[in-house]
């Protein structure tokens, strides 16, 4: 379930929404309620060594991708 980072285009209040499906409508603005809303582009979490030990270092996963 993707989260999503929304402008409010009447007063520019920035604010994250957890959409469940592709067809739920464009979100209000929390602070002033309007409905003209932009859809920001955000940062994506990308795990490049393996997993996070979670004393600073990385293991490798359990299985290798094929290919």
Same mark, same amino acid.
């Given at each position: @379930?993707?989260?999503?980072?929304? #402008?409010? !285009? +009447? =007063?520019?209040?920035? /604010?994250?929404? %957890? %959409? %469940?499906?592709? *067809?739920?409508?464009?979100? #209000?603005? &929390?602070? =002033? $309620?309007?409905?003209?809303?932009? !859809? %920001? @582009?955000? +940062?994506?979490?990308? $795990?490049? $060594?393996?997993?996070?030990?979670?004393?600073? *270092? /990385? !293991?490798?996963?359990?299985?290798? &991708?094929?290919?």
């Amino acid at each position: @379930m993707p989260i999503y980072e929304y #402008q409010c !285009k +009447a =007063c520019c209040h920035c /604010f994250e929404v %957890l %959409l %469940l499906s592709a *067809g739920d409508p464009s979100p #209000q603005c &929390p602070e =002033c $309620r309007c409905a003209d809303v932009e !859809k %920001l @582009m955000s +940062a994506a979490c990308i $795990r490049s $060594r393996g997993i996070p030990t979670g004393s600073g *270092g /990385f !293991k490798e996963p359990p299985c290798k &991708p094929s290919g």
